[in-house]
């Protein structure tokens, strides 16, 4: 299966975070703005990873429109795979030379990320929500998604932690979870807290992808795009993600 080819351009994006991030959210927003889900659909087909499908719907949060995309796992399923599992799924797809290697360096600030979690090496690390089929396809899917979009260069504002806890399966850990804190000190990322929130608002596949991906500052945009992703939690304010998609502004 052949990939579609990118859209040719020096676009840019700007990725606004008021209320947290997550892979899903990010995604999300890109459809929002413009992606065609029919090419991506079939980029995404050639990871070979069956099982899964994306549901799409417009929603409203707190007055703010935009598109909810969830990834729908068949079944229970949910395989623990180590870095070398996972980058090898990527790189025998038909992605294109770049999207696989942005998503393999992703994956690897996470694995860095969990091993100083848990004092271990990274060859050691066993994913467990971040190696679920969701996962990658929100990983794989966004820098994709961004290929497809012609985009050059990401953007992103100051990033948002929640508070409180959240469980997963470390057990019940204080927000942010230590991943999401490595990956954010490692990167220097600039952040805030929302003492409000009492939960968690930045996943760290979310955190990964930005800290990855995004320089933290606002460029000079004209933009020809906007779009909104709508995250799953019922916040007492819009919990969504922004997004701009231009072409740098001329002076």
């Not at 676009?11 to 892979?23: L, P």
């Not at 599992?85 to 994956?107: C, G, M, N, Q, W």
């Not at 929130?197 to 955190?207: I, R, V």
Request: proline fraction near 6%.
């Amino acid at each position: 299966m052949v990939v579609p080819p990118r859209v040719t351009s020096d676009r840019v994006a700007y990725v606004d975070i008021s209320s947290g991030a997550s892979g899903n959210m990010l995604l999300g927003a890109l459809t929002d703005a413009g992606l065609d889900l029919v090419g991506w659909n079939e980029g995404m087909a050639t990871l070979g990873v069956g099982g899964w499908g994306i549901t799409v719907e417009r929603r409203d949060s707190h007055g703010v429109e935009g598109t909810f995309l969830d990834v729908v796992v068949e079944g229970h399923d949910r395989p623990h795979r180590d870095l070398t599992d996972i980058e090898d799924i990527i790189t025998a797809s038909d992605l294109p030379v770049k999207v696989k290697a942005r998503s393999i360096a992703v994956f690897r600030r996470l694995a860095r990320a969990e091993a100083r979690a848990h004092g271990t090496d990274i060859a050691a690390v066993r994913f467990h929500e971040v190696g679920a089929v969701d996962s990658i396809v929100d990983t794989v899917g966004f820098v994709l998604g961004l290929e497809l979009l012609g985009v050059e260069r990401l953007h992103a504002s100051q990033l948002v932690v929640g508070s409180g806890t959240v469980r997963c399966a470390h057990g019940v850990l204080p927000v942010p979870a230590p991943a999401t804190r490595n990956i954010l000190d490692e990167a220097g990322v600039p952040y805030r807290r929302r003492p409000d929130a009492g939960t968690e608002l930045l996943t760290p596949t979310g955190a990964a992808l930005l800290a990855e991906l995004a320089t933290f500052s606002r460029p000079e945009l004209a933009v020809e795009s906007s779009g909104v992703g709508i995250g799953s939690r019922e916040l007492p304010w819009p919990n969504v993600v922004r997004l701009e998609l231009g072409r740098p502004a001329s002076r």
